[in-house]
């Protein structure tokens, strides 16, 4: 009887720690040894935007296991703040810093483009830079398949007639021109 008494007290004690094993992992850190990065927060993002935002970029595991501990703290994140925070972190940790720490970042004259500084892609990896997402740019051919959103441009057709030279300048701030090899860093590039 005492046998049948201790091996169900051992089950039952082994059933609650893997139970606590597996509730805390939902409040640790997503990853190791990250840099920190600004999160701004604008006047207009509800809570469900912040925690989402949180999760879609790896700063949260499990974001009702992170609406659990805000809500534990009791506590108001502040719109229109800065608070520099880590995917090292776990969700108490944030936590407290979204509650405790952070900088006035008024969005009077608008606000960030990206909520994280710097940018980060779905995840949490960090966005490239723009010398790293036109290094493909080799000649000018490249350069004028390049030029969008991210900027770049070409010589005038004026210009084209007059010299007889193109010239290209990619969005990274490299001029090119047609017909050589190579580049030059352009005028206040």
Request: glycine share 8%; charged share 20%; with cysteine.
């Amino acid at each position: 009887m005492v046998n049948k008494k201790l091996t169900s007290f051992i089950l039952v004690l082994l059933l609650l720690v893997a139970a606590a094993f597996v509730i805390q992992s939902r409040f640790s850190s997503p990853r190791q040894n990250t840099n920190p990065v600004e999160y701004t927060i604008g006047k207009n993002l509800t809570d469900e935007a912040i925690v989402n935002d949180l999760q879609y970029f790896g700063f949260i595991k499990d974001k009702y296991a992170f609406k659990f501990a805000l809500k534990l703290k009791g506590g108001t994140i502040n719109r229109e703040v800065r608070y520099t925070i880590s995917q090292s972190m776990t969700a108490w940790q944030i936590v407290n810093i979204l509650l405790n720490h952070g900088e006035k970042s008024s969005c009077d004259h608008g606000c960030p483009e990206s909520n994280f500084n710097p940018k980060l892609i779905p995840g949490g990896d960090l966005a490239p830079t723009i010398k790293e997402k036109y290094e493909w740019v080799k000649t000018y051919e490249d350069c004028v398949k390049a030029i969008g959103t991210d900027g770049g441009q070409l010589s005038s057709e004026q210009y084209a007639q007059k010299t007889g030279i193109r010239k290209c300048v990619s969005p990274d701030g490299r001029e090119f021109t047609q017909g050589k090899e190579g580049w030059v860093t352009s005028v206040g590039g």
